[in-house]
């Protein structure tokens, strides 16, 4: 991890390493999404801004370990990329590929059904990354429309490797986790 600290631009905008922070993207438990733009190049990235403070007092210190660990393993087509994490004394700063489309969760909302043919192919890529996780022995554990991005030319992410954990051959994982909205009958029964 490389440590950088938070330094205020002189337009007021803050700058994290080499990345000038705008707009929030969304807002979550253990912290924020901003869209960033690399100050040389312009490249636009996502910062998933992290409290340290706030982190260890919800216990999920080894979940963000663990995502970060998985994001930097991959390279796959439909899983967001991670490029850098950055390191403050209060917050830890990830810097992740930039999907402009948002949430399949939010496009399903506006737009109603998708057509089959399209709903084919998003489920082709979803399963191509889930496929190649499951390759490199992590399973996801939350995978809903909501950790599914769509970029510009509406190809598929997945995202939100937070709740992931590693697989070992022939054993189960044992506890449920995720979202009950999503969750199989049989986890919400307890069989």
Known sequence: METMAERPKHDGRVKIGHYVLGDTLGVGTFGKVKVGEHQLTGHKVAVKILNRQKIRSLDVVGKIKREIQNLKLFRHPHIIKLYQVISTPTD??????????????????????????????????????????????????????????????MNAKIADFGLSNMMSDGEFLRTSCGSPNYAAPEVISGR
Do not use: T, W
């Open 92 to 153: 830890f700063f990830m810097v992740m590929e930039y999907v402009s489309g948002g949430e399949l969760f939010d496009y399903i909302c506006k737009h109603g059904r998708v057509e089959e043919a399209e709903a084919r192919r998003l489920f082709q890529q979803i399963l191509s990354a889930v496929d190649y996780c499951h390759r490199h022995m992590v399973v996801h554990r939350d995978l809903k429309p909501e950790n599914v991005l769509l970029d510009a030319h």
